[in-house]
């Protein structure tokens, strides 16, 4: 999907999760663009990549992802490989997973369900107190560990204004 395409097709539901949380719409839509690939890898309407931690519900699904570690042997479930990866001159460990994540039966489900996460958990505390400000959100969702990528933030950053650009 192209990043017009994409912006058309779910401006609204992240404009409606910032209405009701705060949370810029900009964010929101970066984070579904990087993390479903512009809307390419969004199985079951998952556009966030937000796990799902019992597995036995029948509200998730085993997928094949990308982690990152400093460590050699972090327990990961499901380990496929391992790669040894220079990041930013230090060594990291690229995994490649299966695990399970949620899966919705709507986008807009998809949309409000990765605002009400930020709301619950408390490790995204300091990023909710610059919610409306998206760069300075990537920065603090990526401290608290919302995805195990070295550069989340930057990538995060420059895809929003691809977003902005399409708007």
Not at 9 to 21: G, H, N, P, V, Y
Not at 76 to 104: A, L
């Amino acid at each position: 999907m192209t990043p017009k395409l994409f912006v058309k097709s779910f401006l609204k539901d992240a404009q409606l999760c910032e209405k009701t949380t705060g949370i810029s719409a900009i964010a929101i839509l970066a984070q579904a663009a990087l993390e479903s690939g512009w809307g390419e890898f969004a199985p079951n309407n998952m556009f966030f990549g937000i796990k799902d931690t019992d597995g036995v519900n029948g509200n998730e699904q085993l997928l094949t992802t990308t982690e990152y570690s400093r460590s050699a042997n972090y327990p990961f479930p499901n380990i496929i490989s391992v790669t040894p990866v220079i990041r930013n001159g230090q060594k990291w460990f690229k995994y490649k997973i299966k695990d399970y994540f949620r899966k919705y039966n709507t986008p807009a489900e998809s949309f409000i369900d990765h605002s009400q996460f930020f709301l619950k958990n408390k490790r995204y505390a300091k990023a909710l107190l610059v919610k409306s400000d998206y760069n300075k959100f990537f920065d603090e969702i990526a401290k608290a560990g919302y995805a195990t990528a070295p550069n989340y933030a930057d990538f995060l950053k420059s895809i929003a204004k691809t977003i902005v650009k399409n708007i």
